[in-house]
T-cell receptor, first 112, second 110 residues
Framework: NAGVTQTPKFRILKIGQSMTLQCTQD?????MYWYRQDPGMGLKLIYY???????DKGEVPNGYNVSRSTTEDFPLRLELAAPSQTSVYFC???????????FGPGTRLTVT | QQPVQSPQAVILREGEDAVINCSSS?????VHWYRQKHGEAPVFLMI?????EQKGHEKISASFNEKKQQSSLYLTASQLSYSGTYFC???????????FGTGTRLTVIP
């Protein structure tokens, strides 16, 4: 089992460009999350989903969008990239409330 | 609300003990603890759900106070492999949406 996979591993974007960060899991978990981690800081929740077709905003959703059409996939869309979105992005999954979260390896994004 | 985590950093010699604290201004549904090594993803250590709960994981254990507002992570007889940044994540409503502290950087030296 691959667990949680994220692509790409690294990406450099120019200001104003758009991109989609991919997250796929084979753990059959209903809960999925997107976090960003700025250098030397903790993780901040961007969006989350409790099942296919259900998404909601987290702590820092501005500038991002998500969709969840299947249990396995939870892509994160950046529209009009800004330097403030330079960060490491982690996708995570959980089997439900009160259970641990499993993190993917992360995507390091630089916007210049 | 982001929990307050302390200390920000600690350096230990192998075999020494450390305590990392995580505090919230309100009662929590649960507290999660994760360890992250440089350039890697966070890895789950343990979760505490009940007030007064204590849990152990080899030489790493944690407690959750009765009011469910504070948790502490205890590392005993530290090993070089314990080095990393430790984060607490707090769940306020039971939706498993975590607010993470800013982390405690633990360095274990020979």
């Amino acid at each position: 089992n691959a667990g949680v996979t994220q692509t790409p591993k690294f990406r450099i974007l120019k200001i104003g460009q758009s991109m989609t960060l991919q997250c796929t899991q084979d753990m059959n978990h209903n809960y999925m999350y997107w976090y960003r981690q700025d250098p030397g800081m903790g993780l901040k929740l961007i969006y989350y989903s409790v099942g296919a077709g259900i998404t909601d905003k987290g702590e820092v959703p501005n500038g991002y969008n998500v969709s969840r059409s299947t249990t396995e996939d939870f892509p994160l869309r950046l529209e009009l990239a800004a330097p403030s979105q330079t960060s490491v992005y982690f996708c995570a999954t959980s089997s439900g409330s009160g259970y641990e979260q499993y993190f993917g390896p992360g995507t390091r994004l630089t916007v210049t | 609300q982001q929990p307050v985590q302390s200390p920000q950093a600690v350096i230990l010699r192998e075999g020494e003990d450390a305590v990392i604290n995580c505090s919230s201004s309100k009662a929590l549904y649960s507290v999660h603890w994760y360890r992250q090594k440089h350039g890697e993803a966070p890895v789950f250590l343990m979760i505490l759900l009940k007030g007064g709960e204590q849990k152990g994981h080899e030489k790493i254990s944690a407690s959750f106070n009765e009011k469910k507002q504070q948790s502490s992570l205890y590392l005993t007889a530290s090993q070089l492999s314990y080095s990393g940044t430790y984060f607490c994540g707090t769940d306020e409503w039971g939706a498993n949406n975590l607010f993470f502290g800013t982390g405690t950087r633990l360095t274990v030296i020979p």
